[in-house]
Every structure is written in C-alpha cells, then in structure tokens.
C-alpha cells in the first residue's frame, strides 16, 4: 500500500520583547549577580504542524547596557505542533532592555 506524502511546511518570523513586555525582567537590577536571569516567550505558529516541527532561532537584535558586559543567550524550549517557547536569558550583572530573534520552524 502507497499512502499519500505529506507535504513540508516551512513558517518564519522575527520577534521582539524588552521593557514594554509585562513581566520583562532582564533588565532589573542584580541583587545576586551569580544567578542566572530568564525569560520565556511563548511563540504561537500560524498554522499548527501534524507534530513537532524543528525550530531553528536566530538572535537578531538587542540593547543591552554599556556599562556592563554583553551576555545573552536565546534557546528552544518547549516545541508543540502548536508553537514553541524561546528562553531568553543573562546572567552576572548584564541588564538587557530589549531582544528580537527571528524563527524558523520546519515539519509537516
């Protein structure tokens, strides 16, 4: 039996959060500056996919203090066919007042 092939859906877009982002708290100021800081975005797809996609992230932009070094991260977290969470974090006494990564997302 040949069954039908499915076919690939490919989704993308840019996103952007910081200060004006309830709950935003990459830019607090350090009370432990050995701790870890993140924040967690929840991305819905457009379309939803028959199962997980890959989710590929890509940091685009930021604004981070002068005064202090750059540290930002941004990984995957959660991946649904529904959409994925984006883990944006820093860390010592980095302040950072905005991040826009841009997403790829490839399944059926």
Known sequence: MISAPIPWKILSATHGVGVLTP???LS???SVPEESRLFLVDVLFSVSFASPPVVHLGLSGFDIDQHESARLTIKVG?????????VI???STTRVYAAEFSWLAVGA
């Open 28 to 30: 607090d100021p350090v």
């Open 23 to 25: 709950d935003w708290n």
């Open 89 to 91: 974090s820093t860390w």
């Open 78 to 86: 959660e991946i649904t066919e529904f959409g994925f969470q984006a």
